[in-house]
Nanobody, 118 residues
Framework: QVQLVESGGGLVQAGGSLRLSCVVSGSIFTINIMGWYRQAPGKQRELVAEVPSYGHTRYEDSVKGRFTISSFRDNAKRAVYLQMNSLKPEDTAVYYC??????????WGQGTPVTVSS
């Protein structure tokens, strides 16, 4: 099993920055992709950014150049971060940490709300 715990959401003015963190515990060595999704009110959950263990990161078009995903991994800990700069009101959503295992299992964090005021 894998558990994900997010932190770092909050309220920020347009143009500001936030950094989201997600710490992974459990069977961390089974994870091969980590990412961030978001869900705005009345909308479907969408991919924001993801980083595979091997390969290139990818971003949703509207966040390219503003958001940066990064990850950390050692024998005891795995984490993924999302640095969000130049935030816009349309970035307002609940942000979810996501992990996918090599055999296709998907895990979600509890979500952390981000509100960008205009």
């Amino acid at each position: 099993q894998v558990q994900l715990v997010e932190s770092g959401g909050g309220l920020v003015q347009a143009g500001g920055s936030l950094r989201l963190s997600c710490v992974v515990s459990g069977s961390i060595f089974t994870i091969n992709i980590m990412g961030w999704y978001r869900q705005a009110p009345g909308k479907q959950r969408e991919l924001v950014a993801e980083v595979p263990s091997y390969g290139h990161t990818r971003y949703e078009d509207s966040v390219k150049g503003r958001f940066t995903i990064s990850s950390f991994r050692d024998n005891a800990k795995r984490a993924v971060y999302l640095q969000m700069n130049s935030l816009k009101p349309e970035d307002t959503a609940v942000y979810y940490c996501n992990a996918k295992s090599e055999r296709g299992d998907t895990y979600w964090g509890q979500g952390t709300p981000v509100t960008v005021s205009s």
